[in-house]
């Protein structure tokens, strides 16, 4: 299913965030795992755009949607990542409708936007065909996420939820409970009245709500609020939680049997058995 198709319902899609490993089975893996789209990030990872044109191969390979969050609202940063085959794009603190639609004009070919005309590129697998069609087909792929993660973008996401072409809001939770003053209070009435009004705006104008979340407690909690992009933890904390969770596990285990390899008969070794067939004296 593609990201636009997903948007357009409000079942649940469950994603991956991938901040470190773009791999080249980066995508399979993900896919297997049973993912229906992943998030790429180009804000806090590092990655340059030729790291993203050769990540969404990897994702296209394994047919995972991936929507590639940009680091600014700037035409250089949303046109790139689209023109690099981004099926989604995401952008940071989105404050008000004016801002979503210039963004708009950024992600959409002519006339939805003013997105500067390049065909038989990554974004169009290469391929030819006539150009009303293709600048149609890449404006009705093209998949909008804006991120509310400020006061004011929780303000206005009724009018910003109202512009034609944004597809998604997207509570940046992190930042947003910092705007609102309270960081990383989670549980506190302003920050829980925020994504009330968040998805209140997504209700109201038939669009889809997602955030990230960290465990599968906090993932349940939102889709009961109404939330129905969830993105599961990142590959850094999840790789980082497996492996610490292994290796705790192997250590308790082997404190409970004795500090020596054998556990508490290494302590009191029996004599060595000989070989079959030989004696001990030869």
């Given at each position: 299913?593609?990201l636009?198709?997903?948007?357009?319902?409000?079942?649940?899609?469950?994603?991956h965030?991938?901040?470190?490993?773009?791999?080249?089975?980066?995508?399979?893996?993900?896919?297997?795992?049973?993912?229906?789209?992943?998030?790429?990030?180009?804000?806090?990872?590092?990655?340059?755009?030729?790291?993203?044109?050769?990540?969404?191969?990897?994702?296209?390979?394994?047919?995972?949607?991936?929507?590639?969050?940009?680091?600014?609202?700037?035409?250089?940063?949303?046109?790139?990542?689209a023109?690099?085959?981004?099926?989604?794009?995401?952008?940071?603190?989105?404050?008000?409708?004016?801002?979503?639609?210039?963004?708009?004009?950024?992600?959409?070919?002519?006339?939805?936007?003013?997105?500067?005309?390049?065909?038989?590129?990554?974004?169009?697998?290469?391929?030819?065909?006539?150009?009303?069609?293709?600048?149609?087909?890449?404006?009705?792929?093209?998949?909008?996420?804006?991120?509310?993660e400020?006061?004011?973008?929780v303000?206005?996401?009724?009018?910003?939820?109202?512009?034609e072409?944004?597809?998604?809001?997207?509570?940046?939770?992190?930042?947003?409970?910092?705007?609102?003053?309270?960081?990383?209070?989670?549980?506190?009435?302003?920050?829980?009245?925020?994504?009330?009004?968040?998805?209140?705006?997504?209700?109201?104008?038939?669009?889809?709500?997602?955030?990230?979340?960290?465990?599968?407690?906090?993932?349940i909690?939102?889709?009961?609020?109404?939330?129905?992009?969830?993105?599961?933890?990142?590959?850094?904390?999840?790789?980082?939680?497996?492996?610490?969770?292994?290796?705790?596990?192997?250590?308790?285990?082997?404190?409970?049997l004795?500090?020596?390899?054998?556990?508490?008969?290494?302590?009191?070794?029996?004599?060595?058995?000989?070989?079959?067939?030989?004696?001990?004296?030869?």
């Amino acid at each position: 299913m593609t990201l636009k198709a997903m948007a357009g319902t409000r079942t649940l899609k469950v994603g991956h965030f991938v901040v470190e490993f773009a791999t080249p089975g980066i995508g399979h893996i993900l896919a297997n795992a049973g993912c229906d789209f992943v998030l790429f990030d180009c804000e806090h990872s590092g990655f340059g755009f030729e790291t993203v044109k050769t990540a969404m191969r990897y994702f296209e390979a394994a047919r995972l949607p991936a929507i590639v969050r940009v680091p600014s609202k700037e035409y250089h940063h949303i046109a790139r990542a689209a023109d690099m085959g981004a099926e989604g794009i995401m952008l940071p603190m989105v404050d008000d409708a004016a801002q979503a639609r210039a963004i708009l004009d950024c992600l959409k070919y002519t006339p939805a936007g003013r997105r500067g005309v390049a065909l038989g590129i990554a974004h169009d697998a290469y391929s030819g065909g006539p150009v009303l069609d293709k600048l149609a087909r890449a404006n009705a792929r093209t998949t909008l996420f804006c991120q509310i993660e400020t006061a004011a973008g929780v303000d206005n996401a009724f009018a910003i939820a109202a512009v034609e072409g944004v597809d998604c809001l997207w509570v940046g939770h992190f930042d947003l409970s910092a705007s609102l003053g309270i960081p990383g209070e989670f549980e506190h009435p302003k920050f829980l009245a925020a994504i009330e009004r968040v998805v209140a705006a997504c209700r109201q104008h038939g669009k889809a709500c997602g955030r990230l979340v960290p465990d599968v407690a906090t993932g349940i909690d939102y889709w009961r609020r109404g939330f129905d992009f969830l993105c599961y933890s990142g590959d850094v904390w999840a790789l980082g939680a497996a492996v610490k969770a292994g290796v705790d596990g192997i250590r308790a285990g082997v404190e409970k049997l004795g500090a020596e390899p054998g556990g508490a008969a290494a302590a009191n070794p029996a004599e060595p058995r000989a070989p079959r067939g030989k004696s001990r004296r030869s």
